[in-house]
């Protein structure tokens, strides 16, 4: 138990749906992450918050929206997806965002299928 | 373009013997290097590493640091079953934000 939960665990979709992922953290951390994890590819940022200010977004598609309504919840909120987005999501977080050590922790992930 | 570069890619041993994971960079303003362990779904923390020839260890798992010629290892001994999992490497870098660039990962698997 890292004391990161995302919610849901599984979330099957079509390409038409709306649908949010939850990440919540309880280790007091300012900095909060999401990551995509595809098959055979390196995890890969794609927002990064501090102290809920986004400071990161790494060329992510517009229809992937965080939203952070405060240091210890992130949300990304998901709309006409493609199959090709289908992925394991993980959130993270650590303790600052501009500190020197920035060791991560993360949640369990949210396994998506979009179909 | 910050990378990562981490070998083998997959690795079979049998219990007992001795394992060594690779892990090179190239990235500006290095901060730090971090090893994780994930089995199924969240990646576990292990070592986070800032400074050349200082080894970490944890129980059979060590890892050390070569700033100079920019690779870390991360070394399993007497390895055991519980040791499956793929073994992720992860950079710290950047001077004002932080960012963590992995690489794809060590894939390792010990059987009896």
């Known amino acids: 138990e890292t004391g990161v939960t995302q919610t849901p665990r599984h979330l099957v979709m079509g390409m038409t749906n709306k649908k949010s992922l939850k990440c919540e953290q309880h280790l007091g951390h300012n900095a909060m992450y999401w990551y995509k994890q595809s098959a055979k590819k390196p995890l890969e940022l794609m927002f990064v918050y501090n102290f809920k200010e986004q400071t990161e977004n790494n060329s992510v598609p517009s229809r992937f929206s965080p939203e952070c309504p405060n240091s210890s919840h992130l949300f990304l909120h998901l709309h006409t997806l493609q199959p090709e987005d289908s992925a394991l999501y993980l959130c993270?977080?650590?303790?600052?965002?501009?500190?020197?050590?920035?060791?991560?922790?993360f949640g369990p992930g949210t396994r998506l299928l979009v179909l | 373009e910050d990378k990562v570069v981490q070998s083998p890619l997959s690795l079979v041993v049998h219990e007992g013997d001795t394992v060594t994971l690779n892990c090179s960079y190239e990235v500006t303003n290095f901060r730090s290097l971090l090893w994780y362990k994930q089995e199924k779904k969240a990646p576990t923390f292990l070592f986070m590493l800032?400074?050349?020839?200082i080894e970490k260890k944890s129980g059979r798992l060590s890892s050390i640091l070569d700033k100079k010629e920019l690779f870390s290892i991360l070394n399993i001994t007497a390895t055991q079953t519980g040791d499956s999992a793929v073994y992720l490497c992860?950079?710290?870098?950047?001077?004002?934000?932080?960012?963590?660039?992995f690489g794809k990962g060590t894939k390792l698997s010990v059987i009896p």
């Open positions: 800032t400074s050349s020839g």
């Open positions: 993270a977080s650590s303790q600052d965002h501009r500190g020197a050590g920035g060791t991560q922790y």
């Open positions: 992860a950079v710290g870098s950047g001077a004002g934000s932080y960012q963590l660039t």
